[in-house]
């Protein structure tokens, strides 16, 4: 379409207020996301990775700075037309949520929805079905959420952002309290969806493999900071990631993310 | 999965309403026949239009208002046992209204807006003190809400008690008399001043169903799909606060109705708002009316106000959702 950076952030700063009197802050930051590329960011716990998520999906308001799609600043936009661009799957949810797994999809569809609408339209339900066959999980559609794995559960919220059939994805840890079984579902997912779909994705994740296989580039944040941003080969590699968390890394072959060592 | 298909069970709480609004006024300490009424004999007429159906009425859209108003605190906040009564809402607006009447007396006409206005005030004052403290803190939503709500009803209760000492004893009398709840009214005044508000409520809930039903999903995933939530929570807030106010300003505070009746109804008609805050209205009405008649019935001819007895159905009913409440939120 044009050159302009799917999201831009330029000075980004947030000052959070922490629990007690400890307060933090994240950046300043600048950072552009190209159309069809996937960021990943890496880096220790409380090293504000949710917040910058957070702040790119619009869901909290920078305190200095600005954040722009296509060059729009998400100021001028509204909550429903930042939601038609942006998707976010957040980490923590609720426990129980009383919803089947085709209604939490619907709901995805929210901010095409007009107030008045009584019920969802036929527009509405084909992008329910193809989000359903996109995460594969249409098996499983009409069951209670509270009755499936987290595995299945992860699946289906991001089938209910893909139903938002906004341009920019964004996830929070997709991966965290996963068995492997389904770690793989997701990583292949946000794979065929970034390879395949050309989608531009966002996601934050401890999974250092995951970020070094689905990343075009990779983010490291350290205290709120960029600590690195370059391809996943440089950034993921041995002696940057022990820097980064603090912690003994052994380098991979070919250019994989370097493996923790767990070993004493 | 369900054996009633919503709108099904929907039109039957609307069948189960009519049957309400028609047979509860036939029946109390004194029976009455449809057909004395039809055939116009003048004290069934009297006893039915002006002493029962008026009461009738009240009740069913006093019940209908609490049981919404209970619905929407509970989508609101996420929890189950969020209703104005807990939330020390009803509270509130019972003090505004017992300062209105300690000094109302001889106002006559402009009694009704004076208790209503003061009624308001301390309802929208409770909501926001209790939103607010809640909202504060936010890691333990769940648990802080019911504590601030304690705190505002513990305040309340001590600031009326503190009214009452004040007053003379028939002042007093007749606000522990206000304050047990009860739908004692004679002529449709008390009817055609709440039945606006609580129309208001329930539109507030309905034009907001998309919204509510992605709060079932949690504030994050609500605001990613472009709601807007402090702003819904605003809206919906007042909008609850202005019915219970109105209500509270002629029938007192009953307790629990909000908190019984949308939980039996989510059972019986699922979690989608479009149907659920209708039911609300219509079974809520239902329940209160239904329970304002044993109220005058059994221990006829005395005339039980309906607050104890929901008080008493309502306590151990909280108790019990307490008991078995998987997890949090």
Redesign the interface.
């Known amino acids: 379409m044009n050159n302009l950076p799917v999201l831009s952030a330029r000075g980004l700063v947030r000052e959070e207020r922490g629990r007690g009197n400890a307060g933090w802050t994240l950046g300043p930051l600048d950072l552009e996301v190209a159309a069809g590329e996937c960021l990943a960011l890496v880096g220790p716990n409380g090293a504000g990775k949710t917040t910058l998520l957070r702040c790119l999906?619009g869901?909290r308001k920078p305190s200095r700075g600005e954040v722009a799609h296509r060059g729009r600043n998400f100021a001028e936009l509204?909550?429903?037309?930042?939601?038609?661009r942006?998707?976010?799957v957040?980490q923590?949810?609720?426990?129980?949520?009383?919803?089947t797994v085709r209604?939490?999809v619907e709901?995805?569809r929210?901010?095409h929805?007009s107030?008045f609408q009584?019920a969802p339209s036929a527009t509405d339900h084909r992008a329910v079905d193809r989000a359903l066959a996109a995460a594969g999980i249409e098996a499983f559609a009409e069951r209670p959420l509270d009755e499936l794995s987290g595995g299945e559960r992860q699946m289906a919220?991001i089938a209910?952002?893909l139903a938002?059939e906004a341009e920019v994805l964004i996830l929070d840890e997709p991966t965290t309290h996963l068995d492997p079984r389904h770690q793989r579902d997701v990583a292949g997912l946000l794979h065929r969806l970034h390879r395949e779909g050309g989608a531009t994705i966002l996601l934050a994740t401890h999974d250092l493999e995951l970020a070094g296989l689905l990343g075009d580039r990779v983010l490291a944040l350290a205290a709120g900071r960029s600590f690195a941003l370059g391809a996943p080969s440089e950034v993921l590699a041995a002696d940057s990631l022990a820097t980064l968390f603090d912690a003994p890394f052994q380098a991979e072959a070919d250019g994989r993310a370097a493996r923790l060592s767990l070993a004493p | 999965m369900r054996p009633l298909h919503p709108r099904s069970a929907l039109a039957l709480l609307g069948l189960l309403w009519l049957a309400v609004a028609l047979g509860a006024p036939l029946l109390g300490s004194q029976p009455i026949g449809l057909l004395d009424v039809l055939r116009g004999d003048p004290t069934a007429l009297a006893i039915f239009w002006q002493l029962r159906l008026p009461r009738v009425l009240l009740a069913l859209l006093a019940g209908g208002a609490l049981a919404t108003a209970g619905l929407g605190f509970q989508t609101l906040f996420?929890n189950p046992l969020a209703e104005p009564y807990t939330l020390g809402v009803a509270g509130g607006a019972a003090l505004g209204a017992v300062l209105a009447l300690r000094v109302s007396e001889g106002l006559g006409a402009l009694g009704l807006p004076l208790v209503a206005l003061a009624s308001f005030a301390g309802a929208l004052g409770a909501t926001a003190l209790v939103a607010g403290v809640a909202m504060h803190r936010k890691e333990s939503e769940t648990g802080t809400l019911l504590l601030a709500g304690i705190g505002v009803s513990l305040s309340t209760s001590a600031l009326i008690l503190f009214v009452q000492y004040l007053a003379d004893a028939t002042q007093t009398f007749r606000m522990v008399r206000w304050m047990m709840g009860g739908l004692a009214v004679v002529g449709y005044r008390e009817v055609l001043w709440l039945l606006p508000w609580t129309l208001l409520g329930l539109v507030a809930l309905l034009?907001a169903r998309?919204?509510l039903?992605?709060l079932?999903?949690?504030e994050?995933?609500a605001?990613?799909?472009?709601?807007?939530v402090p702003r819904l929570r605003l809206r919906i807030l007042i909008a609850t606060s202005l019915m219970i106010g109105a209500l509270v300003a002629v029938a007192g505070p009953i307790g629990f109705v909000g908190l019984m009746v949308p939980h039996a109804l989510?059972r019986l008609v699922g979690?989608d708002h479009?149907i659920l805050a209708p039911a609300c209205l219509l079974g809520g009405g239902a329940f209160l009316a239904l329970a304002d008649l044993a109220a005058r019935t059994v221990m006829a001819p005395a005339d039980l106000p309906v607050g104890v007895l929901t008080a008493l159905l309502g306590g151990p009913f909280f108790l019990l959702l307490l008991a078995v409440r998987?997890?949090?939120?």
Do not use: F, K, M, T
């Not at chain 2, 998987?326 to 939120?329: A, I, L």
């Open positions: 999906a869901l509204s909550r429903r037309e930042l939601a038609r942006i998707a976010y957040p923590v949810r609720p426990a129980s949520v009383p919803l209604e939490a709901l995805g929210y901010p929805l107030p009584l919220w209910a952002a938002q | 996420r034009a998309w919204d039903n992605l079932l999903a949690g994050e995933i605001a990613s799909r472009g709601v807007d989510r979690h479009l998987r997890g949090r939120g």
